[in-house]
Antibody, heavy 130, light 107 residues
Framework: EVQLVESGGDLVQPGGSLRLSCAGS????????MSWVRQAPGKGLEWVATMRQDGGEKNYADSVKGRFTISRDNAKNSLYLQMNSLRAEDTAVYYCARTQRCRTTTCLYRGLAGEGFDYWGEGTLVSVSS | DIQLTQSPSSVSASVGDRVTITCRASQDVSGWLAWYQQKPGKAPKLLIYATSTLEGGAPSRFSGSGSGTDFIFTISGLQAEDFATYYCQQVNSFPWTFGQGTKVEVK
């Protein structure tokens, strides 16, 4: 059974830092692009960052670029999100999500990272407030 | 960046109804559009990917169609467990983006 378990969420002051972790199990972690998605209280979903299997490619939302860093340790089946210079607007539930692998040759030919998020963790809450 | 606009923002419906949600992209996403269902306090669940492919385990009453910039998500025969919020997402190019969501409520 595929499982993703996030941890590390906490209450932090503006300008502070936090590191989130996501432990994957039940699948070959090193074979998948992995992502972070967040959801502010009462709001919609916002993609945050995505990382290639080997760590060679990382992509970020403009809202976090330069402040957040996605990383992974395939030997530990773990994904991380280092969050620096936190702001009140970063307050959200942060989800770890597995990016579904390409299931069509077209997707592979296009070099897409995947076709959606097929498994999600339960999320971890980050609150940024003084 | 590709903007996704869902409509309506909310819809009131009854069990058995047919519900249709549209997702319009600000530029061509080449069919790389997914749909998710989210219930309160829970993580989203993938229902449809690549415009119209049903994710394994998702009920067949869910369907998707469209191309280019205009996409439709349909629930044919709404069930009690379908009252939730639905999101579209494009994975054609980074930054990936979600629509703002459509809440399906009890009429």
């Amino acid at each position: 059974e595929v499982q993703l378990v996030e941890s590390g969420g906490d209450l932090v002051q503006p300008g502070g830092s936090l590191r989130l972790s996501c432990a994957g199990s039940g699948f070959t972690f090193s074979s998948y692009w992995m992502s972070w998605v967040r959801q502010a209280p009462g709001k919609g979903l916002e993609w945050v960052a995505t990382m290639r299997q080997d760590g060679g490619e990382k992509n970020y939302a403009d809202s976090v670029k330069g402040r957040f860093t996605i990383s992974r340790d395939n030997a530990k089946n773990s994904l991380y999100l280092q969050m620096n210079s936190l702001r009140a607007e970063d307050t959200a539930v942060y989800y770890c999500a597995r990016t579904q692998r390409c299931r069509t040759t077209t997707c592979l030919y296009r070099g897409l990272a995947g076709e959606g998020f097929d498994y999600w963790g339960e999320g971890t809450l980050v609150s940024v407030s003084s | 960046d590709i903007q996704l606009t869902q409509s309506p923002s909310s819809v009131s419906a009854s069990v058995g109804d047919r519900v249709t949600i549209t997702c319009r992209a600000s530029q061509d996403v080449s069919g790389w559009l997914a749909w998710y269902q989210q219930k309160p306090g829970k993580a989203p669940k993938l229902l449809i990917y690549a415009t119209s492919t049903l994710e394994g385990g998702a009920p067949s009453r869910f369907s998707g169609s469209g191309s280019g910039t205009d996409f439709i998500f349909t629930i044919s025969g709404l069930q009690a467990e379908d009252f939730a919020t639905y999101y579209c997402q494009q994975v054609n190019s980074f930054p990936w983006t979600f629509g703002q969501g459509t809440k399906v409520e009890v009429k």
